[in-house]
């Protein structure tokens, strides 16, 4: 399905950018149409990873939002409860969020994998499918009350 095939609809477009700022352009071509109020700035900003979560504030009420997962794994055999085990590894997720009126836009970044202080690993993101149910659910089950709650829960 292409995007002007994507039917109009009430609530919340949600769309997941899979590509990196290099394609910014193609992307704002696709579907600048659907997402009124969307910029190539923003794009650049949503596609571009900073080294800190971060947020900022558009023209027209659009806002830019950073945030991420985190999961401990503990790699080795397991040892007695209380014990010393060494140094944990984290899984990060880092996803930044660009919402408008009636819109959101996602793209989620390199999961990166850190032991210690030290990253030793980045692969594909994460697939968000489990994130897109539970938000859809929330959505559905309890709307947001006013504009720029599309975002929190």
């Known amino acids: ?47 571009t990873p900073g080294e800190e979560p971060g947020g900022r504030r558009y023209d027209d009420g659009v806002r830019l939002a950073s945030s991420f997962s985190v999961s401990p794994w503990r790699p080795g055999e397991q040892v007695e409860r209380g014990m010393p085990q060494g140094i944990g590894v984290l899984h990060f997720q880092p996803v930044e969020l660009l919402v408008g009126d009636g819109w959101l836009i996602t793209y989620w970044h390199p999961r990166r994998t850190f032991e210690g202080p030290k990253m030793i690993e980045e692969d594909p993101p994460s697939e968000a499918d489990e994130l897109f149910e539970a938000v859809a659910d929330r959505w559905h089950r309890q709307p947001a009350r006013q504009r720029g ?5």
């Open 1 to 47: 399905m292409t995007l002007p095939e994507v039917p109009v609809s009430t609530g919340v477009r949600w769309f997941k950018i899979v590509c990196g700022v290099e394609k910014a352009e193609v992307v704002l071509a696709a579907v600048g149409g659907h997402y009124p109020g969307l910029t190539m700035p923003m794009l650049d900003d949503l596609l």
């Open 149 to 153: 709650t599309s975002a929190s829960s």
